[in-house]
């Protein structure tokens, strides 16, 4: 029976299943002591995984994957995060493996679970935590994908729902805890100059690009379940698009940006199979746990339309991929050209005229492409950007940031059911019906289907190594 979560209390433990694997050794003990170093960890560390090891072999492997994330400067801390670890092992779908984690929890009523797991797991978990007793008054982290479709995320939610009461489910994407896609948001609204602009009167076209320079490395198998549509495209690049496109909150809170940015998922246009290109890196068929006649897609880039007032007839090109020419997330908002050209060189084509661009990483830097006249008598300049760059040491981690707020209860950061199943369902008709694949070299960015996609409206920017 779904109990109402004390959602005012913080969390008093963390439970870490899938302790043993690659996502708590990469990104939450580093995470975790940081927060160890601020002071914000003080609760028991319970890990439960299927591997069967000690107490004295998890808190090596937390040492060591601190150390490979960077120097250990706190001795203290790192101390004190290990006096709080745990461990249960045993079978999630074991119930006895739950009581075992009740008995490490003791005294502890308000825990956090955090599933870093396999998705194919999520629901046998939260069930498992139902049928214990251990989801009354209780949080559960969920870690993407929240679903691999509509369906699938529909029967998920159900299933975490009929546990947890909505506002204690976290649906955690780490990308919502950059620094540099909170400042989208804060952009946008603490500035008054660009609500004239920011229109389908003012606005061509709108680009978001999110490239890696390398493949999937050993994460082949994974990536043989997911894809770029499925691993990208329906959590991170819509997750910018609702930012950047949504309509100003009502009030002053972030539950109203909630609601403003489901608005903007569901007001968008179902996907066709001619608005993708997908792509697949050359030698992908050849990586560690991938099919040899793959399909899988490594590069995707989209053309998505939101039916609202605001962007009626904007179109939004988005696009991701692997093995592409640079390490780069980018937005490029184009703004149409004056209505008359009265000087020679005055741009016709709205890929040579003004826009707004936000780079995303690897360091954060908002631009404002403006054109400015040559010294000399003839009326002919040259675009040049007005550039601020944010470059912010010392800051939290988005894991550390999105742990301390599931633990306190801060959803802000974090996705809501409506909207999670509203980017689905704008997905979900090209994840059944698509054209094949098309092989792409390394370093390139990527078919060059991808710009016949975008030729109607001019063409990609592609991300440099410059700000």
């Known amino acids: 029976m779904r109990k109402i979560n004390n959602g005012s209390m913080p969390s008093d433990a963390l439970v870490l299943f899938g302790v043993t694997g690659d996502l708590v050794y990469k990104k939450i003990f580093p995470a975790l002591y940081a927060m160890a170093k601020r002071g914000s960890l003080n609760v028991p560390v319970v890990g439960v995984a299927s591997s069967p090891w000690d107490l004295t072999q998890l808190r090596d492997r937390a040492n060591k994957a601190i150390s490979n994330a960077g120097k250990i400067d706190d001795d203290n801390a790192l101390k004190h995060l290990l006096s709080l670890l745990r461990y249960v092992q045993g079978d999630y779908s074991d119930q006895e493996t739950f009581k075992a984690l009740k ?36 949080r559960v982290i969920v870690e993407k994908p929240f679903g691999r479709d509509l369906a699938s995320a529909r029967e998920l939610n159900h299933i ?6 909505e506002e204690s489910i976290f649906r955690i ?58 691993d990208v495209v329906q959590n991170h690049l819509f997750e910018i698009v609702a930012l950047l496109a949504m309509e100003p909150p009502a009030y002053r809170g972030l539950g109203s940006v909630q609601s403003k940015k489901a608005g903007i998922f569901q007001g968008m246009r179902p996907l066709m199979p001619a608005d993708l290109v997908r792509g697949q890196y050359a030698g992908y068929r050849e990586e560690a746990g991938v099919a040899k006649d793959s399909d899988v897609e490594t590069f995707c880039a989209l ?57 995303l990483s690897p360091i954060s830097a908002v631009a404002i492409a403006a054109r400015v006249k040559r010294a000399g008598k003839e009326f002919i300049g040259n675009q040049r950007e007005l550039c601020l760059v944010e470059e912010h040491f010392g800051r939290e ?23 999670v199943e509203a980017a689905w369902t704008a997905l979900d008709p090209v994840l059944k019906t698509h054209y094949p694949a098309l092989i792409y070299q390394r370093g390139s960015w990527g078919p060059q289907a991808a710009d016949a996609l975008i030729a109607a409206d001019g063409c990609w920017h592609n991300p440099e190594s410059r700000i």
């Open 103 to 138: 008995q490490q929890l003791g005294p502890a009523r308000r825990p956090a679970h955090y599933l870093a797991i396999p998705p194919s797991l999520f629901g046998t978990v939260i069930e498992g935590l139902g049928g214990a007793g251990l989801a009354n008054d209780a």
């Open 160 to 165: 975490a729902r009929s546990v947890f009461p």
């Open 173 to 230: 994407d780490h990308f919502l805890g950059k620094e540099a896609i909170m400042n989208i948001l804060y952009f946008r609204f603490a500035n008054s100059f660009l609500e004239p602009i920011w229109n389908r009167n003012h606005v061509a076209s709108v680009q978001i690009t999110l490239a890696e320079d390398f493949g999937v490395e050993e994460r082949g198998r994974f990536y043989e379940s997911a894809g770029c549509l499925r």
């Open 303 to 359: 053309r998505l339309f939101i039916d609202s007032w605001r962007w009626e007839g904007v179109p939004w090109y988005l696009r991701s991929g692997k093995f592409l020419a640079e390490t780069a997330a980018e937005v490029i908002v184009q703004l149409k050209p004056p209505p008359q050209t009265l000087f020679a060189d005055s741009p016709r084509e709205a890929c040579r005229s003004n826009y707004l661009r936000f780079r």
């Open 397 to 419: 981690s988005p894991y550390e940031r999105l742990l301390h707020d599931a633990m306190v209860g801060d959803d802000a950061l974090f996705t809501r059911a409506d909207a």
